[in-house]
């Protein structure tokens, strides 16, 4: 089973500060995202990532950036905490659909965080 | 513009009863991938059942299936004798070739609250 595993399921941090989410997947896949999901907004894609080294702004990039040094890792930065980015953020991984299209997405647990 | 649309907010059905959700899309490329995702309480999200625009079957997958309806652009989720544990949010989401990059990322609908009455 894929295995997408995000550091905390529950972090408090206040305003200002510069934050990390950490996500980590077992299954080697070339594909890596970043949500953040809001009550009656459902989910909104922050970043992706489809090699290494190399991301791609989603619908939702202000306030966030991310990095891929490794395959298997991309992690969430929050360059500046504040308050309206206080949510629950998923991370999600998929292998290169060129060929397999119908593979979804598989999701980590969610952290929700709370900036103060 | 791609989209997808789920117009029930929240449904309520009674335990061993079947529940349908509905989900319509938006989108004018031939090919593309329809996904269901189900969200319990404690946040983890849920693959659920797949259905291709170019397959013929409605897709099933245990007491989950699909009424793949492509006229219409729609993917109602059928769920057959409810369990208490299906209580959850419920997501239709598409994936369309050249969306958000060359391998096509997922569009999510806002979800369904499913409540299972016991």
């Known amino acids: 089973d894929v295995k997408v595993t995000q550091s905390s399921r529950y972090l408090v941090k206040r305003t200002g500060e510069k934050v990390f989410l950490e996500c980590v997947q077992d299954?080697?896949?070339?594909?890596m995202f970043w949500y953040r999901q809001d009550p009656g907004l459902g989910l909104r894609l922050i970043y992706f990532?489809?090699?290494?080294?190399?991301?791609e702004k989603g619908d939702i990039p202000e306030g966030y950036s991310v990095s891929r040094e490794k395959k298997e890792r991309f992690s969430l930065i929050l360059e500046s905490a504040s308050t309206n980015q206080t949510s629950m953020y998923l991370c999600?991984?998929?292998?290169?659909?060129?060929?397999?299209?119908?593979?979804?997405?598989?999701f980590g647990d969610g952290t929700r965080l709370s900036i103060l | 513009a791609q989209k997808i649309t789920q117009t029930q907010p929240g449904m309520f059905v009674q335990e061993k009863e079947a529940v349908t959700l509905d989900c319509t899309y938006d989108?004018?490329?031939?090919?593309?991938?329809l996904f269901w995702y189900k969200q319990p309480s404690s946040g983890e999200m849920i693959f659920l059942i797949y259905?291709?625009?170019?397959?013929?079957q409605n897709a099933t997958e245990g007491r989950y299936s699909l009424n793949f309806q492509k006229a219409r652009k729609s993917t109602n989720l059928v769920i057959s004798a409810s369990q208490l544990g299906d209580s959850a949010m419920y997501f239709c989401?598409?994936?369309?070739?050249?969306?958000?990059?060359?391998?096509?990322?997922?569009?999510f609908g806002k979800g369904t609250k499913l409540s299972v009455k016991p």
């Open positions: 999600a991984s998929s292998p290169g659909i060129r060929d397999r299209s119908n593979q979804p997405q598989h």
């Open positions: 989108t004018s490329d031939q090919s593309y991938g």
């Open positions: 990532s489809y090699d290494v080294k190399m991301k």
């Open positions: 989401a598409m994936r369309v070739p050249n969306y958000g990059g060359s391998q096509g990322n997922l569009i």
């Open positions: 299954m080697d896949h070339e594909n």
């Open positions: 259905q291709g625009s170019y397959d013929e």
